[in-house]
């Protein structure tokens, strides 16, 4: 599957436009790893614990986009976001989505 945050690809046509493709995930973080972020977040620096609760996120919900992606018939995604909200204490909802679309290589043309 071809990602890509712009709306065109090099070296590809886009010859359909299949939809709207998402993945969401969502969540928490452990209460010993949040009072350890929270100690950190008063000294400074980067919040390990947070980084890596957020980069699971992201995999997920970008792993989900793609099987949404892939269920519409898409070999690329264009577009690609994500939107990140904090839905509680501690709970935050990660969202990927892009335009599922199918390609064809232009030097095939």
Known sequence: MILSTTDT?????????????KGCSVRGTHAGSD???????KLGGEIHEYTQVFAAAREQAMDRMIEDARRLGADAIVGVRFCATEIGAGVAELMCYGTAVRTANTQDS
């Open 9 to 21: 690809l090099p070296d590809r046509k886009i010859t359909q436009v299949l939809g709207l493709c």
């Open 35 to 41: 009072i350890i972020a929270q100690m950190k977040n």
